[in-house]
């Protein structure tokens, strides 16, 4: 299938144009040394600098609150003086954070490197979410659908390369996979300048510096997608103990899991993605993950009142349909988030959104052990109307999004 860019050129869609090509291959190799990173990060400080969890975990919470907050200065800094520039200016800053981690050896030292590496993660990821909108021309929210596309891939990629070096399970083979992500966010912002040069869109006046913090439509649209993103660590925390402590299933199911909700990801969010571009498309996409969520959630609570094979069914028939929600949830949240964002804006409007993610992922893991693994079987229930109830509120706010933005001067065109 083709299509004409703006310049009337004619692209294959799945190749995309040039700067969609660069900006692909840039996260994917962001994301690959972000897998190789993540998969031994604790371990690395925990078993090989001997730093006691609690203050790993400590410093690494303590270095993501303080980053959350530079998400939309990070932004509001892209719409000013270019979504390209404070990108590689954050990618720069990871490069040299991430490659002092080998030096650090007490909880203190990896409270400051890591904070200097999430400041710049916000803002460079407030920064990249701009850059994708201004890339994707007038179907920004279908260039990021198939932008995480390979982003999963990536980091699937990544993952199989850090299960190389656990393998090992030596100094050396932790400080590779460290330097080794140190090297992906140079080479990133390597690739980067391979696009072309982007003028910053000019503002209305008068420019209010924080304007996405007048936008409540657009605010309450952040608070429901930092919400909703509970459903991420569903999969990677909650349901590895669910499955050893509460089924029957064996312990191979987790391995199983994580394989086809990857995999799925990666073969339909592209497909689904073409079909929720505009704030209605995200509206109703958002409601259907709440009622997709709906479903599986009671499916993995029955998991736990079956024989053994049968809870092996059960649990990968359930993530088969998490997956498939969490699809259309981030494709809801391409559609409105970008959909919504005034263009001038789009830096500060992606940072408060990666802001209200942040925030959900925060909480998750606390929320979701609680009440969950709390209540067993009946956590499982509050857990699906909480994630209904969410998702029924879609359409409303996209309507609501949709009245409040600024509606083009008909007489204008009319006298045009």
């Known amino acids: 299938m083709i299509r004409r860019s703006p310049t009337g050129?004619?692209?294959?869609?799945?190749?995309?144009?040039?700067?969609?090509?660069?900006?692909?291959?840039?996260?994917?190799?962001?994301?690959?040394?972000?897998?190789?990173?993540?998969?031994?990060?604790?371990?690395?400080?925990?078993?090989?600098?001997?730093?006691?969890?609690?203050?790993?975990?400590?410093?690494?919470?303590?270095?993501?609150?303080?980053?959350?907050?530079?998400?939309?200065?990070?932004?509001?800094?892209?719409?000013?003086?270019?979504?390209?520039?404070?990108?590689?200016?954050?990618?720069?800053?990871?490069?040299?954070?991430?490659?002092?981690?080998?030096?650090?050896?007490?909880?203190?030292?990896?409270?400051?490197?890591?904070?200097?590496?999430?400041?710049?993660?916000?803002?460079?990821?407030?920064?990249?979410?701009?850059?994708v909108a201004r890339v994707g021309g007038d179907r920004p929210a279908l260039f990021r659908a198939r932008l995480r596309t390979f982003v999963n891939l990536g980091v699937v990629l990544g993952t199989l390369g850090a299960g190389l070096a656990l393998a090992v399970d030596s100094r050396s083979a932790y400080v590779a996979l460290i330097l080794g992500n140190a090297a992906s966010f140079a080479l990133c912002a390597l690739l980067l300048l391979l696009l072309p040069h982007y003028p910053v869109p000019p503002a209305p006046a008068p420019r209010h510096r924080r304007l996405v913090l007048r936008d409540r439509p657009f605010v309450t649209f952040t608070a429901l997608y930092g919400a909703m993103g509970l459903q991420y660590p569903v999969v990677s925390l909650l349901l590895p103990i669910w499955i050893a402590e509460h089924t029957e299933a064996p312990r191979w199911t987790v391995a199983a899991l994580f394989a086809v909700n990857s995999a799925f990801c990666v073969l339909m969010q592209t497909r689904i993605g073409s079909r929720v571009e505009t704030p209605h498309d995200g509206g109703r996409a958002f409601r259907t993950a709440g009622l997709l969520f709906l479903v599986s959630c009671p499916i993995f609570a029955l998991s736990a009142h079956v024989p053994v094979w049968a809870a092996a069914a059960l649990v990968v028939a359930a993530v088969f349909v998490h997956s498939l929600a969490e699809v259309w949830e981030s494709s809801a949240g391409f559609a409105l988030g970008f959909g919504l964002a005034p263009e001038h804006a789009q830096g500060q409007y992606q940072g408060l959104l990666g802001l209200g993610f942040g925030a959900g992922q925060a909480l998750a893991p606390v929320i979701l052990t609680t009440v969950v693994l709390g209540l067993g079987t009946v956590g499982w229930m509050v857990l699906a109307v909480f994630f209904a109830a969410l998702g029924a509120a879609g359409p409303a706010v996209a309507r609501w999004g949709l009245r409040t933005r600024p509606q083009p001067d008909k007489s204008a065109e009319t006298t045009g």
């Open 9 to 131: 050129r004619i692209t294959h869609r799945m190749g995309g144009s040039r700067p969609e090509r660069v900006m692909i291959a840039a996260s994917f190799v962001n994301r690959v040394g972000n897998g190789l990173f993540n998969a031994a990060s604790a371990l690395y400080f925990t078993l090989v600098v001997g730093l006691p969890a609690a203050q790993v975990g400590a410093a690494l919470t303590i270095a993501g609150v303080i980053g959350l907050c530079a998400s939309v200065p990070g932004g509001h800094l892209a719409d000013r003086r270019g979504a390209r520039a404070v990108m590689m200016l954050a990618l720069s800053v990871q490069t040299l954070s991430m490659a002092a981690l080998v030096l650090v050896e007490s909880a203190a030292a990896l409270t400051v490197v890591a904070t200097v590496d999430q400041i710049a993660a916000a803002a460079g990821g407030a920064a990249w979410g701009a850059l």
